[in-house]
């Protein structure tokens, strides 16, 4: 039997256990209420509660988890990420925290530090069906639909009858084919106005830098231009201006491109110069565009251009294959000059499309013999054979802005044996806007 003295002291020992007890329960009724307003979409009075709560009780796990979510509901990214980062380093095994924390870094698209948190959790929980569609979520964000699939696959191995993985799966699976369509569709279109086309102005600047070796100089080609692009139709001015031989002047023109139906499109230039150097007085160019099939293109037309006192044509037409994400094109140029010889010069062009179809790199070469287009007084009796190599890239910079870098090597071999070679530097600048 007790006697008094232990009796006191067992009730002395017991009574900081219940005072303990007390608050615990404390604790748990209030993070039941914030649980109760978070549920009922009362954010800011768990903000408010939440933050009030933490005073008195700061290693609150519960609440610190509602206060975050509170945070990241009402779009409080970086408070959202301070309190859920330090709750998830005291408590890692915290899954609702680790999923919070995640949602909030994917809403900042920070991917690559929400990739870090998601791993971390798979190591901890390997089979853990939330953390596993959260790496889907964040694949889909980085427009990674081919790769979430396959993830979704491997969910699908161990859960089976996971409904949202399924039905996630079926929309990933129609998204990626439908993005799959619509990159091939846009290259396969890249001469052809579609019917997404938005309204939008593009402002180009290009320059064409070359190191020529005969003779010693460097030339220069560079063009500005502004387009109104439609639903059916492209119009815009274009200025050019060319530094050879020791002579600059500029070229000035209009174009216009009407789309005459969903798959065809007809183009119309007129240029006007009055530098025979380097440009024709008159340029009038026409062809047109057709879809054949969703991954052909085809077209045909030709440039009539008019010097002083002479002229030349060129007739030329295209054929361009989509593949996977390749372009292939193949173009011959045939000139005719009023008295001198013809001559027919062949392109080949290679183009490699990104995901987005404003990233690409490509491969552009031409054999064969043309008029000197560089000495256009020679163009009635001089005949050059060509060679040349080209790269070309563009990068897109952001929604607006496209950055474009190329360059190559010409080789002009003249009746008489002589050689010439330019070494090229192509940079240019696109610039989109109104409804880009």
């Known amino acids: 039997m007790l006697n008094a003295r232990n009796g006191l002291i067992v009730i002395c020992c017991l009574f900081p256990l219940l005072g303990y007890s007390s608050v615990l329960s404390a604790t748990n009724n209030q993070s039941n209420e914030l649980k109760k307003l978070y549920q009922a979409k009362n954010y800011q009075t768990v903000i408010r509660v939440g933050n009030v709560l933490l005073l008195e009780t700061p290693d609150n796990p519960d609440a610190r988890l509602f206060l975050g979510l509170a945070y990241y509901q009402t779009r409080q990214y ?7 980062n330090t709750t998830l380093a005291s408590y890692p095994d915290y899954l609702d925290v680790r999923l919070a924390l995640i949602n909030t870094l994917l809403a900042q698209k920070r991917y690559s530090k929400a990739f870090e948190i998601i791993q971390e959790g798979l190591e901890r929980h390997a089979d ?8 889907v979520k964040l694949m889909t964000l980085q427009g990674k639909e081919l790769e979430a699939v396959k993830e979704l ?21 129609l998204k990626a084919r439908h993005k799959k369509k619509s990159i091939k569709r846009t290259i396969a279109n890249d001469q052809i106005l579609t019917k997404e086309t938005q309204s939008q102005y593009v402002f180009s600047m290009f320059t064409n830098n070359m190191d020529v070796t005969m003779p010693a100089q460097y030339w220069n080609y560079s063009s500005v231009s502004l387009y109104r692009h439609s639903e059916n139709v492209h119009y815009g001015i274009e200025l050019n201006y060319a530094n050879r031989f020791n002579h600059n002047g500029i070229q000035g023109g209009l174009v216009f491109m009407p789309k005459l139906s969903r798959n065809t499109q007809l183009r119309l230039a007129y240029f006007s110069a009055n530098q025979p150097e380097l440009f024709p007085d008159h340029t009038v160019y026409g062809e047109l565009y057709q879809n054949v099939l969703d991954n052909v293109t085809v077209s045909g037309g030709g440039y009539y251009q008019k010097l002083s006192n002479t002229y030349f044509n060129t ?8 593949a996977s994400r390749f372009l292939f094109s193949f173009r011959p140029l ?11 010069l062949y392109r080949l062009h290679v183009r490699f499309y990104a995901d987005n179809p404003d990233q690409y790199v490509g491969l552009i070469g031409y054999i064969g013999s043309s008029p000197d287009l560089f000495n256009l007084f020679t163009v009635n009796f001089l005949r050059v ?18 950055f474009q870098l190329g360059g ?3 080789n002009q071999q003249f009746p008489d044996n002589r050689e010439r070679g330019l070494f090229y530097l192509n940079v240019g600048l696109k610039y989109r806007f109104g409804h880009v």
């Open 385 to 402: 054979r060509e060679k040349i190599i080209m790269a070309e890239s563009q990068f897109v910079i952001n929604k607006s802005l496209l």
């Open 334 to 344: 045939y000139y005719q000059t009023k008295s001198g010889p013809d001559s027919i």
């Open 78 to 84: 970086n408070k959202a990420y301070e309190i859920l």
């Open 153 to 173: 696959n491997d969910i699908l191995n161990t859960h089976q009858n996971y409904q949202p993985a399924i039905d996630l799966k079926k929309k990933l699976t």
């Open 128 to 135: 853990d069906v939330s953390l596993q569609m959260a790496k």
């Open 408 to 410: 190559g090597y010409e």
């Open 315 to 322: 007739y030329t037409g295209s054929i361009d294959v989509y």
